[in-house]
């Protein structure tokens, strides 16, 4: 990524896209006191390049029902994966409210099982979203802002035709059809993972109907295409690049009277956590 500016030209989705918008900056491991109202904060990391030390410090962070979890994934890349991601979570909400030990936060579900954090003492009140797929995953952490992340691996699918009458729209569909084959994966992704990050924002998950939203790129940068009886598609900002390449990335973030002003991407994971060895027993995300 490339740091600030009126418009800068980054890599989305295989193709160069100038950008308008909220301004977008980099760091490399500072450290805040505290979340900045506007700020939506970003981490992604390439599983490949996160060492064996830093997995058990993760591990250890997680409470007793967390790690039940990750033991039901079937596969070890899953499991991996799942800790990671929710290990990257603790110490990101700490890295960024340091009040707070990395193993002491307490989420619980909210409506529709969007995970929250239960800590009615925390100000501001963080808000977060995470994800994760084999090889890749990506955390977003804000105050206050309705946000939501998805990265998934840009891979052959068998049902690719099925699957795209099921989650896109007739125009969006026919977007895809007339590009060259080669760019025709890559094209259905980016529209699956927007609306993942969308749905996630909302906390609506499997509820809300894929084929209700439209997305469409213009100079602006990514617009959202919704009845205006669902939502207020312009209340939204969006953004997405591949992360690492061969995984597309996409964040879905709300603007409203006081939301998303400035998006901080972070190049590497929050500082290695000198975590104690108990474990909460409480707590899920």
């Not at 491991?29 to 390049?49: C, F, I, M, R, Y």
């Not at 890295?95 to 501001?124: C, H, K, S």
């Not at 994966?185 to 509820?207: D, H, M, Q």
């Not at 900002?237 to 400035?262: C, H, I, N, T």
Request: net charge neutral.
């Amino acid at each position: 990524m490339r740091v600030r500016g009126e418009a800068i030209n980054i890599e989305r989705g295989g193709s160069k896209a100038s950008w308008h918008g909220p301004k977008f900056r980099e760091k490399r491991g500072q450290s805040v006191n505290k979340l900045e109202p506007g700020t939506a904060h970003l981490w992604v990391a390439d599983l490949a390049s996160v060492d064996e030390r830093t997995v058990e410090d993760y591990r250890i962070l997680l409470s007793e029902e967390e790690l039940d979890r990750a033991q039901r994934f079937r596969f070890q890349r899953d499991r991996l994966s799942f800790v990671v991601s929710h290990g990257l979570l603790r110490t990101a909400l700490t890295w960024l409210a340091p009040g707070n030990r990395p193993e002491d936060w307490i989420f619980a579900m909210g409506a529709n099982g969007r995970p929250e954090i239960n800590m009615p003492d925390t100000v501001p009140w963080p808000r977060f979203n995470i994800s994760h797929t084999a090889g890749s995953v990506a955390c977003v952490v804000t105050a206050e802002i309705d946000c939501g992340v998805d990265v998934e691996s840009v891979r052959p699918l068998p049902d690719l035709e099925a699957l795209s009458r099921r989650v896109l729209t007739p125009t969006e569909r026919a977007h895809i059809a007339a590009l060259p084959d080669d760019e025709r994966l890559c094209s259905f992704f980016r529209l699956w993972t927007l609306k993942e990050a969308y749905a996630k924002a909302r906390g609506l998950g499997v509820l809300l109907s894929f084929e209700r939203l439209c997305f469409e790129w213009n100079e602006g940068g990514i617009r959202l295409d919704i009845d205006p009886v669902l939502d207020d598609g312009a209340q939204w900002y969006f953004d997405q690049w591949q992360a690492p390449p061969g995984y597309m990335l996409s964040v879905a973030l709300r603007r409203g009277a006081e939301g998303f002003r400035e998006m901080v991407h972070h190049t590497a994971l929050p500082l290695r956590p000198h975590c104690s060895r108990r474990r909460r027993q409480t707590g899920s995300n």
